[in-house]
């Protein structure tokens, strides 16, 4: 039987933003009218307001043109990225990475299998608390290490990381980017039905750290040795103790940051490149050898940051061509005429399909919460359920679409093709949707 084989990353980018360019010719142009919110900070659609607008096809000329808009809207990820993939490569060029990696696996000797868990929840929590994505793009070398010294394959630091997140992200009972924004809108208590949707994470987390783990053991190698390719990289009074210290200081600062003083990616940014100059010259790289660092980290990182531009210039044509809300209003309009419990997960069916072309998870909920809410009301279904298809729909979402970039940066950076990762996550993914489909379900049932 053929498998499915996708093209390049860029390659496939490209084509999906030719596409984009294609339906702004073939779909009609509309939009819906929009007001502040203030709950949210953001600007909300009407709901019924849809309404047709003068067609503004994007030619393949300015579709092109849309590519370095793209990498200029998503330019602060772009820079968070890359100073943050060069402070790292500083930081194991002293060779503390490789000292650290060496010591966890002296730890764990015979029982390797148990450094996957603990990942992943560390992930999986960073998800649920601040819908962790982007951020984990620099970290992955250092996954890398871990995992081929352990012998596990190279997707596997792909799985613990950006899959985790999601899984976290998407059952989350607080992610402030989509159960927060999702019930403001339809004006529900904060941190309402947080029970019902923590048994749902603790289960979604045990079905994919089982399935990672089985993958892993399965398609385990020989380690890798710990020999550095760098002869001196571990070499003697090269401080490892301390760059590890001021490492591990620097994540937690990373993340009181951004969960208490609300960071943007530029404060992150700046965070990362100042850890990567103090470890540099704690590690006895000098100033010369902490700037070679920086400039070896931001090649090897260049084509995983790149991407994220590349995928947000699809959104971009999209919304140049005015047909974003047109494929919302053409997806939700459905949904009136059906039963409460098929409604519901048919509302979880429209959130999967628009995350294509809605990447943005908080941005879908702005576009798409205005116009479900009143909708679940006219059939009866509870505002809270409507949040889980929500969450479940768009939240599962990330872990296949090829338009989030944060994935798609990961996945290359692991050296690890698109349809490679897709043999591994849809069985994983399709049981997830079923376990998200019975929640909703059940929540239904009891009235959640």
């Not at 050898?289 to 995928?311: C, H, N, V, Y």
Request: hydrophobic residues 55%; aromatic residues 8%.
């Amino acid at each position: 039987m053929k498998t499915i084989r996708f093209p390049h990353p860029l390659v496939l980018l490209v084509g999906f933003i030719l596409l984009a360019c294609l339906l702004s010719y073939v779909l009609p142009a509309g939009v819906f009218e929009r007001h502040p919110d203030v709950a949210t900070g953001r600007d909300v659609v009407v709901a019924g307001s849809y309404h047709r607008v003068p067609a503004t096809p994007v030619s393949p000329l300015q579709a092109l043109v849309d590519i370095p808009k793209g990498l200029i809207d998503a330019a602060a990820v772009i820079f968070l990225v890359f100073l943050a993939g060069g402070a790292f490569t500083v930081v194991d060029l002293t060779g503390a990475l490789r000292r650290g990696v060496d010591w966890l696996l002296e730890k764990f000797r015979g029982r390797e299998a148990v450094v996957i868990p603990i990942i992943s929840v560390l992930f999986a929590t960073m998800g649920a608390l601040e819908n962790m994505q982007e951020e984990i793009v620099p970290l992955v070398p250092v996954l890398l290490i871990l995992m081929r010294r352990i012998g596990y394959p190279t997707i596997t630091a792909a799985a613990v990381s950006i899959g985790s997140a999601a899984v976290g992200a998407a059952f989350s009972p607080l992610n402030p980017f989509q159960v927060g924004i999702a019930q403001k809108l339809a004006q529900l208590p904060l941190l309402s039905g947080g029970g019902f949707r923590l048994v749902f994470l603790l289960l979604a987390l045990l079905l994919w750290i089982g399935g990672t783990v089985r993958h892993a053991q399965k398609h385990r190698v020989a380690p890798e040795s710990s020999v550095s390719a760098d002869p001196g990289a571990l070499a003697p009074g090269r401080n490892h103790g301390l760059v590890l210290a001021l490492l591990f200081g620097g994540f937690a600062f990373f993340a009181y940051g951004v969960l208490k003083l609300g960071w943007e990616f530029e404060q992150m940014a700046a965070l990362f490149f100042t850890l990567g100059i103090v470890a540099g010259l704690v590690g006895g790289l000098g100033l010369t050898g902490t700037a070679e660092g920086f400039i070896a980290g931001f090649r090897d990182i260049a084509f995983s940051a790149l991407l994220i531009g590349f995928a947000r210039a699809i959104f971009v044509v999209l919304e140049q061509g005015q047909i974003v809300d047109t494929i919302v209003n053409s997806l939700s309009a459905p949904l009136a005429g059906l039963p409460a419990w098929v409604a519901a997960l048919g509302m979880m069916g429209v959130h999967t399909a628009l995350h294509l072309p809605v990447p943005s998870v908080s941005g879908q909920a702005v576009l798409t919460m205005p116009l479900l809410v009143p909708l679940s009301d006219l059939i009866g279904l509870s505002r809270q359920v409507t949040v889980l298809a929500y969450q479940y729909g768009a939240g599962l979402c990330e872990l296949i679409t090829p338009t989030n970039g944060a994935l798609m940066a990961i996945v290359a950076a692991c050296g690890v093709r698109f349809d490679e990762w897709w043999k591994f996550v849809l069985p994983l993914y399709l049981i997830l949707l079923a376990l998200s489909a019975a929640a909703v379900v059940i929540g239904i049932a009891v009235g959640v």
